[in-house]
């Protein structure tokens, strides 16, 4: 079945560093990838996503980079703050077929000292 | 609604009883999931409802679990005699069909099992 591999579960940095969390997926026809994150004791919220189409996407701090021939994409952060500190998940949906069904990697525990 | 509606936030229930999970999408979403995370975990597919197509429980954990979903909006998780592995927070998410592919989050509803 499908699956969503991500890594590392847990990523330490100094404030002001880069992080990188990667993702692997296994259903070549995922077209769709999100990165939510999921603040201490709240819900997970979009932050960014990027299509099949587009190899790199930016957005102020965070950009998503798509890799579909290794079926890899990978989340950055630059210039981390504190209050980067959170859960972050990778998602692949394959929206071809009308509807999707999103399916999460375990996610990944960062933390980002002052 | 404002957003995705989840009840009760709490329940604690004792081992062997069952328990009923409510969530209210966001009025016209096309798209609606039901996840579990236990705790420090990722989230974990159990169901997902498209319009008036078949659902895909293909994530449901044993036939204790069943979901509804009446009338395209309002949808209930059902869990008969719990045990205590089923404690965790169980999220509701949906979306739109097309176009608008984010999806929403509710706050969760923290089951207890004792």
């Known amino acids: 079945g499908e699956n969503v591999e991500q890594h590392p579960s847990t990523l330490s940095v100094q404030e002001g560093d880069s992080a990188v969390i990667k993702c692997t997926y296994s259903d070549s026809a995922s077209n769709y990838f999100p990165w939510y994150k999921q603040e201490l004791g709240k819900r997970p919220q979009l932050i960014i996503d990027i299509r099949s189409n587009v190899g790199e996407k930016k957005d102020q701090r965070i950009a998503v980079t798509l890799n579909k021939t290794a079926k890899h994409f990978s989340l950055h952060i630059t210039e981390t703050q504190p209050e980067d500190s959170a859960v972050y998940f990778c998602a692949a949906s394959n929206l071809a077929t009308g509807g999707f069904k999103t399916i999460f990697g375990a996610g990944t525990r960062l933390f980002v000292k002052a | 609604g404002a957003g995705v509606s989840q009840s009760p936030s709490n329940k604690v229930t004792e081992k062997g009883k069952d328990v009923e999970l409510r969530c209210d999408p966001i009025?016209?979403?096309?798209?609606l999931y039901w996840y579990r995370q236990s705790l420090g975990q990722g989230l974990e597919f159990l169901i997902y409802f498209q319009g008036n197509s078949a659902p895909d429980k293909s994530g449901l954990p044993s036939d204790r679990f069943s979901a509804e979903r009446t009338g395209g909006s309002v949808s209930t998780l059902t869990i008969q005699r719990t045990q205590q592995e089923d404690s965790a927070v169980y999220l509701c998410?949906?979306?739109?069909?097309?176009?608008?592919?984010?999806?929403?989050f509710g706050q969760g509803t923290r089951l207890t099992v004792v």
């Open positions: 998410a949906s979306s739109l069909r097309q176009g608008h592919t984010e999806a929403f």
């Open positions: 009025s016209g979403h096309t798209a």
